[in-house]
């Protein structure tokens, strides 16, 4: 305790450091204050019909990104999630669409035109989606709309209302990026994240103490101990690397001798991040796209259990996707060819393999035999919600036992850590913790 409060004092004392949390803590209360201005003509007390549909299953999931801006019909109801998916399919084409892959190759120019193309991108699927949302809250909350006021008159405005909301949040994350501390897209979904956790402990306490069979306090902290236990798991995994030595050739010209030194390549267990959860969520969404257009009569048994995210189908399929794509998401992203040339390129060699395609054939073989626990891990994280489901534990509490929510947590929080850390040791400060090293998702110490 007083080496942390001691530490509080050390980052207070950092003039730069201090301007850059507040400067932080600002455009975090201006996201959350706009999360509750409701659209206007909507009455927020009459979306009770939004609210039971945003309850549970895979919808419960948007409301949670949203941070709970999505079920209030908000101006921000639409959140990050349309500038997640445009950078999404814009690293594909990165993949598959030779002009990208110049762009990429272009340095900081080719990123800012990569950047303008996402937000372009953005913009596009926003005016798509925000009628899409509009139509579902005529469906769910029709008579929320204010009296004399057409639903034909109010699409077009609250559609522009929705776009210019997520592009005003994507300016905040990109202010935080650039003035604040950490990833500002990061800590914006992981604060639509933690705004829904007082209210789902709330709901599992009160859950457990009015169950008289449930064991109350000594099952709730029963609770928490595991959900502990899978944070510390989900650190490990979001921690793990493989350190590849890697030799370099000494080289002399003139008077001065280059290289000669040995250096690690980190190859991480971790490496496709919480993408291969996204892109599996992303087509698990489809099966309840399709419903919309049918009767829940008409559907057999097995497309019902498809659409229940805790039936034993449903996580089948989904640790199935999961596991295909973090193999395919980290082959995107991670080139042993590529690898082996650079280090060809700058005189550098692996200890005991021939440069060339036997060390491009060697990277390959240690990240196949690195990603598969690693997916394996991804999706038992992934389907924890639903085993915390078959305890009786709420579903707005179980959401956090895993998934892309533990994920992000995890991850942003470790990122953030790391950013402080680094301003206190470049000031000869003491770390935050006693070794004086975070390692964040990038998998390397902080310094």
């Not at 530490?7 to 996201?31: P, Q």
């Not at 089948?316 to 690898?339: D, E, K, R, S």
Request: hydrophobic share 50%; proline share 4%; glycine share 8%.
């Amino acid at each position: 305790m007083k080496k942390l409060i001691t530490t509080l004092k050390n980052i207070w004392k950092i003039e730069d450091l201090r301007s850059r949390l507040l400067i932080t803590l600002l455009f975090v209360a201006i996201y959350r204050f706009g999360s509750f201005v409701v659209l206007p003509g909507v009455n927020p007390g009459m979306l009770e019909q939004l609210h039971t549909q945003t309850s549970g299953g895979l919808m419960s999931l948007l409301d949670m990104f949203s941070g709970g801006a999505f079920s209030h019909a908000s101006i921000f109801a639409l959140g990050i999630m349309p500038y997640i998916s445009a950078s999404i399919i814009v690293q594909l084409l990165a993949v598959a669409v030779p002009y990208f892959q110049k762009m990429q190759r272009e340095g900081e120019s080719g990123r800012r035109k990569i950047s303008q193309v996402t937000r372009y991108l953005t913009i596009a699927i926003l005016l798509f989606q925000a009628p899409g949302y509009l139509i579902n809250l005529r469906m769910q909350s029709g008579s929320a709309l204010a009296s004399g006021l057409e639903w034909s008159t109010f699409m077009f405005p609250a559609t522009i209302i929705l776009s210019a909301g997520s592009m005003f949040i994507l300016w905040l994350g990109e202010r935080i990026t650039d003035k604040g501390i950490g990833n500002g897209i990061s800590i914006i979904i992981m604060i639509g994240i933690i705004a829904r956790l007082p209210q789902a402990i709330k709901q599992e306490i009160a859950s457990r103490f009015n169950a008289i069979t449930s064991g109350g306090l000594i099952m709730f902290l029963v609770e928490i101990l595991i959900l502990l236990a899978v944070i510390c798991a989900a650190i490990i995994l979001v921690q793990g690397v493989r350190k590849v030595p890697v030799q370099y050739a000494k080289r002399v010209v003139g008077n001065q001798q280059y290289g000669g030194a040995r250096q690690y390549i980190p190859l991480k267990l971790f490496a496709a991040n919480v993408m291969p959860i996204i892109f599996a969520q992303a087509l698990m969404f489809i099966p309840l796209s399709l419903v919309n257009y049918s009767s829940p009569e008409s559907m057999s048994t097995w497309m019902r259990n498809l659409m229940d995210p805790n039936s034993l189908l449903y996580n089948i399929v989904f640790a199935a996707l999961i596991i295909a794509f973090t193999y395919f998401y980290t082959a995107i992203t991670l080139n042993p060819t590529q690898m082996a040339e650079d280090m060809k390129r700058n005189n550098g060699f692996i200890p005991g393999v021939k440069p060339g395609k036997n060390t491009a054939d060697y990277i390959d073989t240690i990240m196949s035999r690195i990603t598969f626990p690693g997916s394996l891990f991804i999706a038992f994280i992934a389907i924890m919600p639903a085993i915390a489901r078959l305890f009786n534990i709420q579903q707005n509490f179980a959401q956090f036992y895993g998934g892309t929510s533990l994920l992000i947590l995890v991850g942003v929080v470790l990122d953030t850590l790391q950013q402080i850390e680094s301003h206190l040791l470049m000031r000869h400060y003491d770390g935050l913790l006693n070794s004086g090293r975070i390692r964040g998702r990038s998998g390397v110490s902080a310094y």
